[in-house]
């Protein structure tokens, strides 16, 4: 499965939405979606949301990618938020204790 990443802007928060698999593959995608022309609009970034509701697949490229972006955010002073992480998404991120770095909202029904 290919990766997909769209990014959607409100007045303050940028929402990153990844699809299919978080990998190495999707580095230049997602560092585009936080330093992009979105990113930069006229209004201050305040809060990131990584919507991970439609990851099937994430490795240790992506937790690099999300430090990466959590630099970033602290450089700002905005907050992120890792959205909607599917169970064995949610898993991987507990185990690399990144539930202490961010906030992890869990998934519907869950």
């Known amino acids: ?5 769209s990014v ?13 698999k978080f990998c190495f593959e999707a580095h230049h995608q997602f560092r585009k979606a936080y330093h992009g022309d979105e990113a930069h609009a006229n209004h201050r970034i305040t809060h990131f949301t ?3 509701s439609e ?3 994430l490795d240790s490229s992506a937790l690099g ?14 907050t992120i938020l890792l959205s909607n992480p599917r169970t064995e ?9 990144f ?5 992890i909202e869990s998934c519907r029904g869950e």
């Open 55 to 57: 990851t099937h697949y």
């Open 89 to 97: 998404i949610r898993n991987i991120l507990e185990t690399a204790n």
């Open 1 to 5: 499965m290919n990766t997909s990443i």
């Open 50 to 52: 990584v919507d991970l």
């Open 99 to 103: 539930h202490q770095m961010f906030e």
């Open 65 to 78: 990618m999300l430090l990466l972006l959590r630099e970033e955010a602290l450089a700002r002073e905005a």
């Open 8 to 20: 959607a802007r409100t007045s303050h928060s940028l929402i990153i939405s990844v699809k299919g």
